[in-house]
């Protein structure tokens, strides 16, 4: 399906204009490496713009990729840094994340497969249409876009950090169409038929939550807007603009389950609803029955979850672990340091499914 992409500064289609460039009639907006930078920073937008109309696609790819978002927590990187990951052949994830400058966030995506909270989102776009192509809003390095296109399915990511579309494009091979863009600002692309649209682990971090609702329906066209893992002012993650659950509820009208309830259903278990504690929730409008996704068509694929050293966890940091711990507080027996020294079932899926074994990408 092609998307046409949506100017976030005066709403026109771009079209093309040479061949680094779109334009929406008042500005260009770059093309680097296949990926168009549609957020609306005219600073960071203009200087690339310079880079490429003077032939400098390396200056510009280097000027995106240090590009950071309000809340990263660490200093961009240096230039002989971002080279180096755009150079050093067979660079795998952790590397890449460290020279650009990750930090936390770095951990965050390298044990994003590990985290309770992921195979919440799973499950989450298990009730939601099974036709339909999936738009991931806030996309990050793209593990639900790899799952989804492993699952056979037509996907497309929109992320406000560049670089974060580049990991997801180069290490995690995500072939669908990448789109740097603020969903607070615009809706950044188009759709011409219903379209699920799968939000995670990142509505809490947006400061104009019912601006980026009605993008993200716009976006969806009469399909399915699921948006998960929303920090309630109860978690102890304070980044963002996270409300109380009472109000996330009259930003939507679909019923707000708490995110246990997403992430116990991964285990085919219910959660008790409601309460009033909840560290996260999440909702979806259009929601559908439950109908399981096959995410791993090929077991050759699966490697030994890292965070399973020896029988003991081996955490990436103090901090991930305190995150963990708040996450799988519902789980009932199928956290890690529950099952850790517990005998492991002997179908490969279901030591798939408890998190024994995990899909990483070949260069992790
Ligand atoms: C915690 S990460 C979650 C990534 C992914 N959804 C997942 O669950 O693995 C939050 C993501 O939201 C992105 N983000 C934050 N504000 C955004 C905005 N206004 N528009 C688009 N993306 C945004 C960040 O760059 C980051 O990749």
Redesign the pocket.
């Known amino acids: 399906m092609d998307y046409p992409l949506i100017s976030p500064t005066n709403g026109n289609v771009l079209r093309e204009d040479g061949a680094h460039f779109l334009t929406d009639g008042e500005r260009r907006w770059p093309v680097v490496d296949g990926i168009p930078f549609l957020r609306p920073d005219d600073d960071l937008r203009l200087a690339v713009v310079a880079d490429l109309e003077n032939g400098n696609e390396r200056d510009a790819l280097c000027r995106l990729l240090a590009d950071q978002?309000?809340?990263s927590p660490t200093l961009p990187p240096e230039r002989a840094a971002i080279e180096r990951v755009i150079d050093k052949k067979g660079l795998n994830l952790r590397e890449a994340m460290a020279l650009l400058s990750y930090g936390p966030?770095g951990d965050?995506?390298a044990y994003?497969w590990c985290s309770p909270?992921?195979t919440g989102?799973l499950h989450m776009l298990e009730r939601t249409p099974a036709h339909q192509a999936v738009v991931?809003?806030?996309?990050?390095?793209g593990?639900?876009l790899r799952a989804l296109e492993q699952a056979g399915r037509e996907v497309v990511g929109?992320?406000?950090?560049y670089s974060?579309l580049w990991l997801a494009r180069r290490i995690l091979g995500v072939k669908g169409p990448l789109i740097c863009?603020?969903?607070?600002?615009g809706p950044v692309i188009g759709t011409s038929r219903p379209t699920t649209v799968?939000?995670?682990?990142?509505f809490y971090?947006?400061e104009f939550k019912e601006a980026?609702l009605t993008h993200l329906r716009q976006i969806a066209a009469g399909g399915s807007v699921a948006v998960?893992?929303v920090h309630t002012r109860t978690s102890a993650h304070e980044a963002g603009f996270a409300l109380e659950r009472a109000a996330y509820g009259k930003l939507t009208d679909a019923f707000v389950r708490d995110d246990a309830d997403f992430m116990l259903g991964w285990y085919g278990k219910r959660a008790v609803v409601g309460d009033p504690a909840s560290v996260a929730v999440g909702w979806i409008e259009g929601e559908t029955e439950h109908r399981a996704i096959e995410w791993i068509k090929n077991n050759d694929s699966l490697r030994k979850n890292p965070l399973l050293q020896e029988r003991k966890i081996s955490w990436p940091s103090a901090g991930w672990r305190q995150e963990y711990e708040e996450d799988s507080q519902c789980l009932n027996g199928e956290s890690l340091p529950e099952l850790i020294n517990a005998e492991w079932p002997a179908d490969v899926l279901t030591r798939y499914q408890k998190r024994l074994l995990i899909n990483l990408p070949g260069s992790w």
């Open positions: 978002d309000r809340f966030v965050y995506f994003r909270t992921f989102g991931e809003v806030a996309c990050g390095i593990h639900f929109v992320d406000i950090v974060k863009g603020d969903v607070e600002a799968f939000c995670h682990d990142a971090f947006f980026a998960g893992h």
